[in-house]
T-cell receptor, first 112, second 116 residues
Framework: DAGVIQSPRHEVTEMGQEVTLRCKPI?????LFWYRQTMMRGLELLIYFNNNVPIDDSGMPEDRFSAKMPNASFSTLKIQPSEPRDSAVYFC??????????FGSGTRLTVV | AQKITQTQPGMFVQEKEAVTLDCTYDTSDPSYGLFWYKQPSSGEMIFLIYQGSYDQQNATEGRYSLNFQKARKSANLVISASQLGDSAMYFC?????????????FGQGTILTVHP
């Protein structure tokens, strides 16, 4: 079991550029979550999917953020255009068992 | 209103001693789950322990136990026999609702430092 795989691990980009974060969930896990972690706001849920369908996107900050889950083995979180305040660690997590949530290693995004 | 409150920004403990990290929660849903995660300096989120709202007994996982007091809406994490490797950020989280899936809401975390 390779766990939840996120890429890239680190991303540095210039303000205004498009950023795409990727997540490969654990096979068989039906729910996928995108979280953002900052010092000021802690861990915030951005969006989550169940069986590839978005269930709750109320945490998506604004239209610059979008997330997709085209199939059970892949999800993306896109920021376009990126801004310095988007700098954070972005986690993907999946859930398969009754109560187990597994987090990926995170993507540290820096927008300069 | 905060759904998960961790009132201790930082805690210190001597190696081999026990430590309790506090967590209170707020929900009107009778069915919910409570979780604790550990985040070491390397950044990964490590699941420690789970307590369901209908569970009759407090959850235990090795050196971790959850002191669940439903009436007080508290779910404190107890770490026994602290080790240097326990130094990390600890998060309490809650999932509301009776479904087996759903979002986790996290507290602000407590930084635990274990002294030799």
């Amino acid at each position: 079991d390779a766990g939840v795989i996120q890429s890239p691990r680190h991303e540095v980009t210039e303000m205004g550029q498009e950023v795409t974060l990727r997540c490969k969930p654990i096979s068989g896990h039906n729910s996928l979550f995108w979280y953002r972690q900052t010092m000021m706001r802690g861990l915030e849920l951005l969006i989550y999917f169940n069986n590839n369908v978005p269930i709750d996107d109320s945490g998506m900050p604004e239209d610059r953020f979008s997330a997709k889950m085209p199939n059970a083995s892949f999800s993306t979180l896109k920021i376009q255009p990126s801004e310095p305040r988007d700098s954070a660690v972005y986690f993907c997590a999946t859930q398969g068992r009754l109560y187990g949530y597994t987090f990926g290693s995170g993507t540290r995004l820096t927008v300069v | 209103a905060q759904k998960i409150t961790q009132t201790q920004p930082g805690m210190f403990v001597q190696e081999k001693e026990a430590v309790t990290l506090d967590c209170t929660y707020d929900t009107s849903d009778p069915s919910y789950g409570l979780f604790w995660y550990k985040q070491p300096s390397s950044g990964e989120m490590i699941f420690l322990i789970y307590q369901g709202s209908y569970d009759q007994q407090n959850a235990t996982e090795g050196r971790y136990s959850l002191n669940f007091q439903k009436a007080r809406k508290s779910a404190n994490l107890v770490i026994s026999a602290s080790q240097l490797g326990d130094s990390a950020m600890y998060f309490c989280a809650m999932r509301e609702g009776g479904t087996s899936y759903g979002k986790l809401t996290f507290g602000q975390g407590t930084i635990l430092t274990v002294h030799p």
